[in-house]
């Protein structure tokens, strides 16, 4: 199945291409937007409430809203979209009850409107036991409840795809950094006590784990789906983004911040204890095992489909997210354009 014909309309952006963000106040989602936006791309921007603060500077953007839990709501707000980038994540404490309800939600409204279907994936698929070497092809082996509720997602885009009724792309990606948002463990662990002169890593300092710079991810969304026509009706594609250890992290922040920096450790049965008290701490502690065990993806099969991958040198991309958190005072501006990494 390919990707329906653009409707050829004439937004207020000019562009002949509409894509709808949902969840747009999301960290990944507002980047996504961003992107999509300096692609030349009309974007309809979907929050709950209709309103996205971090979007306002941008002339042009749609703003719609939606309750992600009501169907006829999404396709309501995805309208005249010929993409949909599905950034919809519920807190890990509502996942057990929202997530499917939600996935199939914006499955109804891409079948609707047979728009392409837009999804970033993870590493939990994967399970505990998870192989250093991450391929689109490596066996999904979920062990854990968040585990398994993200392969059922994935199943029922398959599902969908096989049918002939949507398209489905999966960008799967590792632990987020870098962007305007929060709520990730790089803003919330790692980088909270370097004005304190304290760099906090979660496991094993000396293992590679894989991270994605948000602007760059966003960037590989964009030109993917200017690829997608390349694709099957289904396809699970990686990000290689920064297969980097704790220690070169710990690297790249001194020289962001021009001082030394104390590392200090978060032991897993730190959370355990939490989470006697603390749902989140309890959802937390479950995939804390990407911490212990060393993991990269591979990301040349999305390079064989969009070539160079976008990809801000790391001492460049930690410098900007420590910026965007307040922990380094400067007057220099955030890269534009990701660089792209040599093929």
């Known amino acids: ?17 509409t894509v709808a963000i949902l969840g747009a106040n999301g960290r990944l989602s507002r980047e996504a937007a961003r992107a999509f936006y ?4 009309h974007v309809i ?5 209709g309103k996205s603060a971090a979007l306002a500077d941008l ?28 950034g919809l994540n519920p807190l890990y ?5 929202k997530a499917l309800p939600m996935a199939g939600n914006v499955l109804a409204a891409a079948e609707e409107h047979h728009a392409l279907h837009l999804f970033p994936g ?18 999904q082996r979920p062990d854990h409840r968040k585990a398994h509720i993200r392969c059922e997602m994935e199943a029922l885009f398959e599902r969908a795809a096989i049918e002939g009724r949507i398209k489905t792309i999966i960008l799967r990606a590792g632990d987020f950094f870098g962007g305007d948002g929060t709520g990730s463990w790089f803003d919330l662990v790692i980088a909270k006590r370097t004005g304190r002169g304290t760099f906090t890593w979660p496991g094993k300092a000396d293992i590679p784990h894989a991270w994605a710079y948000l602007p760059d991810l966003a960037a590989a969304f964009v030109r993917l789906t200017d690829k997608a ?6 396809s699970r594609l990686h990000f290689a983004g920064h297969n980097v250890s704790g220690t070169e992290i710990h690297a790249a922040a001194e020289k962001a911040l021009g001082r030394k920096l104390k590392r200090a450790a978060l032991p897993g049965f730190l959370l355990s204890l939490a989470g006697l008290f603390s749902p989140m701490m309890r959802e937390t502690k479950e995939v804390f095992h990407l911490w212990q065990k060393p993991h990269r993806m591979d990301g040349a099969a999305l390079e064989a489909v969009i070539g160079p991958l976008p990809h801000t040198p790391l001492d ?16 220099a501006a955030r890269p534009s354009v990701a660089e792209a990494r040599p093929a």
Request: glycine share 6%; aromatic share 8%.
């Open 93 to 97: 404490t509502h996942w057990a009850e």
């Open 45 to 49: 921007a979907i929050t709950r409430t």
């Open 122 to 139: 993870n590493v939990y698929n994967f399970g505990s036991a998870l192989p250093e070497v991450l391929k689109p092809e490596t066996p």
């Open 1 to 17: 199945m390919q990707v329906s014909e653009p409707n050829r309309r004439s937004p207020a952006t000019g562009s002949s291409r």
């Open 316 to 331: 460049h991309a930690v410098r900007d997210a420590l910026k965007a958190l307040g922990h380094v005072k400067s007057n």
């Open 38 to 41: 300096y692609a030349g791309w």
């Open 229 to 234: 026509d390349r694709l099957p009706a289904f």
């Open 59 to 86: 002339e042009g953007i749609e703003l719609r809203a939606a309750d992600a839990l009501d169907r006829q709501a999404v396709i309501a707000a995805t309208a005249g979209a010929d993409v949909i980038f599905n």
